[in-house]
């Protein structure tokens, strides 16, 4: 009977040992388990890859003073998205990782970030894990040990005292049972660490999984997989684009255009090489056009890692020779000034191409940076930067804070007159551009209410479902009077697309005075407004109130009709 | 009892111990959890860049000018916003408090709208309130939490940061002395 709890044993303890180890890569592993579980999320991101994994690595080492315990890239509380914009906008201007690290901690203190320094205060934290892991080592050894003698020592049935039995108490059965005293009986003393083993794996691969339905982790994963997608397609359709247009120059190598098309697509794909080369070919075949002298430059200047060559510097003075007012020409003299340290001809050359711009076109903001860094090399104050403003805008009643986002007519019709000669791929980046722009000038005046209507309904006709439900949301918060607020609910449904809109729908209705809500338009809104979250009764009602109210021959009256009839069935 | 019998237990009972009164401590509100130590302390209050609320045009570019608007003595800058509850709560005795300290409200990412119903329903003690709406300035300030309520001295550096909600005991045993201190 000895004999065989003694197998018995030995072998449950190796057992033990074998789930122990099997929790212990889980813990280990678990990292790598847990690797798309990011809060990040896509629009956050920044677009050049580099920067952007420099903005992941400084997130996941601050912490989120919300949570306290997750990093800012892990966390999706309010302040960890703020603070991960943060790091993102201190990168695009160029902060070093440290510098970054330090601003914040000038303003949130030591806790932000996340791994304590080493010093004397934390050292008993940084050595207590190591100290736990080497005791837990040491006893494992030694149950092994232990168990392994006691196998040997029951199978010959007469040793008793092992020095090893010491350390472990249940291996002194025999003892025990002998000197009688009371004890749990060895079902219960091998079935419960084993149950509690098995119940915490469980627990584990049950509740702890990031991809299963109910966990808020799994719809990051797959936003994130939606993002890399969409990049990987936007790659995708910009390498095809590339094919096609090298397809096209090998069809006719003495066409301008398909050249110059090369030239633009190779640069989306990032292929340097093919852009120079597309663009002499261009330069050659336009007999010397200034503007593509000018791209040429810069193509040159971006291969020599920003560093304006030789060929480059005399291509910029011939292109300002032609046109002392191309802009790109006189960035690049300003940047050779730079270079070769000469601080005031820089800041001239980037002072006269500031003049060329509009203060937020993302020019804009190198300029200042430059400028800025131009004069402290110098010594000298920041000098003020003047820009471009926008010609005033034609078109009437858009009152003096929508002047910005009208757009010029005549700049228009130039435009368009270029848009059309754009493939697909083309000019939907050209759409995206003007979306783009126009939600940057947003940011800039977000009181400016019909803008951010129109920014919705763009946003709309790229079925842009997420990006208008935001600029509806931004709209509401300009909205100064009831006819905007009437506008607003008018446009939430008409999208009708998510529940938030709904709720802001909602909001808005509840805050228009009641003399408003009385009137049949507004029934009719908030009629589709119950209609669509599927009320049919009430939106019915409502639409039947109106009914009553108009005449019964008149052509809404039949289209109200019409919706009732539709909603009954 | 043998040693061996006695070892595990005692190491048993201290993790226990240990385990027991970081329990208890977390339980009882510890205040180092939500009372972060402020580096900028002692420093010079950071600008406040912001659209200010109840003003139809957008007066964003200019930084406030806190000497102007309040003069030569200490002032309170308070974080709040309509959606949070504690700043529901304190607005009573922030009302009471801005008769004797003029305060200055910072709005985090509010919605003027739900701010006017907020104002309306349980009262204004701000001399004036800015619109922090992308929460860039609470950054800047060290803010991880709102409410937060800063005292300023006269000469624009801020001596306390208190997070969590203003009441009449944190007046009293934090704020008082040293709003007293300065006045001397």
């Not at chain 1, 009708?496 to 029934?523: F, G, M, Y």
């Amino acid at each position: 009977m000895r004999g065989v709890i003694g197998v018995n044993k030995s072998a449950i303890s190796q057992l033990i040992a074998v789930l122990m180890g099997v929790v212990i890569a889980i813990t280990l592993f678990s990292p790598l388990i847990l690797k798309n579980a990011f809060a990040i999320t896509a629009e956050e991101m920044l677009e050049d890859p580099v920067l952007e994994k420099r903005a992941r690595t400084i997130s996941a080492g601050l912490r989120c003073l919300v949570c306290q315990n997750q990093s800012i890239d892990d966390s999706d509380a309010e302040l960890a998205i703020d603070l991960r914009k943060q790091v993102r906008d201190y990168l695009k201007q160029d902060m070093s990782d440290e510098a970054i690290f330090l601003a914040l901690r000038e303003k949130y203190g030591e806790f932000v970030l996340l791994s304590p320094p080493i010093q004397p205060a934390t050292y008993l934290l940084w050595i207590a894990p190591l100290a736990i892991l080497g005791i837990g080592i040491l006893l494992m050894a030694n149950l092994f040990f232990a168990a392994k003698k006691n196998n040997r020592g029951s199978l010959s049935q007469n040793n008793k005292s092992s020095g090893l039995q010491v350390v472990l108490p249940s291996s002194k059965k025999k003892k025990k049972s002998e000197t009688g005293e009371a004890q749990i009986p060895d079902i219960i003393k091998i079935t419960f660490p084993v149950f509690v083993l098995i119940l915490s794996v469980a627990i584990y691969l049950g509740l702890g999984r990031p991809d299963l339905n109910d966990q808020p982790l799994a719809e990051r994963s797959e936003m994130r997989a939606t993002a890399e997608k969409e990049l990987e397609d936007r790659q995708n359709a910009a390498l095809k684009a590339f094919n096609q247009a090298k397809a096209r120059v090998e069809k006719n190598p003495e066409s301008l255009s398909a050249q110059f098309m090369l030239a633009a697509t190779a640069s989306q794909i990032g292929s340097i090489e093919d852009e120079v080369n597309a663009l002499e070919k261009s330069l050659s075949l336009s007999g010397g056009d200034a503007r593509i002298k000018s791209q040429l430059a810069e193509a040159l200047t971006r291969q020599a890692d920003g560093q304006v060559t030789k060929a480059a510097s005399s291509l910029i003075s011939q292109a300002l020779q032609t046109n002392p007012e191309d802009i790109r020409a006189l960035y690049l003299r300003g940047l050779e000034s730079f270079q070769k340290g000469e601080m005031g001809d820089a800041i001239l050359a980037w002072q006269s191409t500031a003049t060329l711009i509009l203060p937020d076109s993302p020019l804009a903001d190198t300029l200042r940076s430059d400028i800025a860094k131009a004069a402290t090399s110098n010594g000298v104050d920041i000098p003020k930067i003047k820009f471009a403003s926008l010609p005033k805008s034609n078109i009437s009643d858009s009152g003096g804070n929508n002047a910005l986002i009208d757009v010029n007519p005549t700049l228009f019709e130039e435009q368009r007159s270029q848009f059309s000669n754009l493939s697909e791929i083309e000019q939907a980046q050209f759409i995206q551009q003007m979306v783009q722009r126009l939600s940057d000038r947003l940011e800039q005046q977000p009181e400016n209410f019909y803008g951010w209507l129109q920014l919705a309904n763009a946003h709309l006709s790229m079925q842009d479902v997420a990006s208008a439900s935001n600029a509806l949301n931004s709209a509401a918060n300009a909205v100064t009077s009831d006819e905007h607020r009437i506008a607003l609910i008018e446009a939430a449904l008409l999208s009708h697309t998510s529940l938030s809109l709904t709720q802001l729908v909602e909001n808005q209705l509840a805050l228009l005075p009641d003399s408003l809500r009385q009137s049949n338009s507004i029934k009719f809104l908030e009629g589709e407004y119950w209609r669509q979250i599927g009320d049919n009764n009430t939106a019915i009602k409502l639409w039947s109130d109106i009914l009553n109210e108009i005449p019964a021959e008149g052509q809404q009256a039949q289209t109200l009709q019409q919706l009732i009839a539709e909603l009954s069935n | 009892m043998n040693v061996r019998y006695i070892l595990p237990i005692g190491i048993f009972c201290v993790i226990a111990l240990i385990s027991g009164v970081a329990m208890i401590s977390i339980l009882n509100g510890d205040q180092s959890r939500t009372q972060l130590p402020s580096p900028l302390i002692g420093k010079k209050a950071p600008e406040l860049v912001l659209t200010s609320y109840g003003r139809t045009q957008a007066s964003s570019d200019a930084a406030l000018d806190f000497k102007q608007m309040i003069g030569d003595k200490p002032f309170i800058v308070n974080y709040f916003a309509s959606w949070c509850a504690p700043c529901q709560k304190e607005i009573p005795f922030l009302e009471k408090l801005s008769q004797k300290v003029p305060i200055i409200g910072v709005a985090y990412k509010d919605k003027p709208d739900e701010l006017a119903i907020f104002l309306e329903r349980f009262g204004n003690p701000f001399l004036h309130i800015g619109l922090d709406n992308d929460g860039k300035t609470a950054i800047n300030w060290g803010v991880y939490g709102i409410p937060e309520t800063f005292l300023i001295s006269d000469e624009g550096i801020i001596i306390i940061r208190h997070a969590g909600e203003m009441t009449h005991d944190v007046y009293r045993s934090i704020f008082l002395p040293k709003i007293e201190e300065m006045m001397q």
